[in-house]
């Protein structure tokens, strides 16, 4: 089956919500909301989804990378387009992503199917470098646990400090044509 094939048939559509909020107090500073492309990553791993040989968990979202690009999303794309780099435990990829904490089936009798993947990049001790070096983190893509890049977007930047905590929350969409 074509890409094309596939995405006249099994339309999809991602809508990512990102917010700040100050860690001290968790008040609200910034909500934005964004529409976005799932990519060939996603679509294969769909296909993937279907198919019991493959059926060894490897195609479940699994984490949310951040990074500093800002090119747009392309359907080739196979990683965010500057990934912040970082080693150390608590960076186990060699970049900075953050697991999913949540994901939840939105009521799958309805016309659209709806799959929420939430995970937050904390705040936290400034002896982190990520969160001394003050990064404005200005895009985030959503893996699967074997790497492979789900879905990805660029947002308007967002400074990174010990006091602030950012939720990103992935809604995706299976839209029945």
């Given at each position: 089956m074509s890409k094309t094939t596939l995405r006249a048939q099994a339309p999809l559509r991602g809508d990512l919500q990102i917010t700040v909020r100050r860690v001290s107090d968790g008040h609200l500073l910034r909500t934005l909301h964004i529409k976005n492309k799932i990519l060939v990553g996603g679509y294969a791993a769909l296909v993937g989804l279907l198919d019991t040989q493959d059926y060894a968990g490897n195609r479940r979202l699994d984490r949310i990378r951040v990074g500093t690009g800002s090119a747009p999303p392309a359907l080739g794309d196979n990683d965010v387009s500057t990934p912040i780099t970082a080693s150390g435990m608590a960076y186990p990829w060699g970049k900075v992503d953050f697991a999913v904490t949540r994901t939840q089936f939105i009521d799958p009798t309805a016309p659209t199917f709806e799959l929420r993947?939430?995970?937050?990049?904390?705040?936290?001790?400034?002896?982190?470098?990520?969160?001394?070096?003050?990064t404005v983190i200005t895009e985030a893509g959503l893996l699967l646990v074997n790497g492979t890049l789900f879905s990805r977007q660029i947002h308007p930047g967002i400074t990174k400090t010990s006091a602030i905590a950012i939720d990103y929350e992935w809604h995706v969409r299976f839209i029945p044509a």
């Open positions: 993947c939430s995970a937050t990049v904390p705040g936290g001790s400034d002896a982190d470098p990520f969160n001394a070096a003050n």
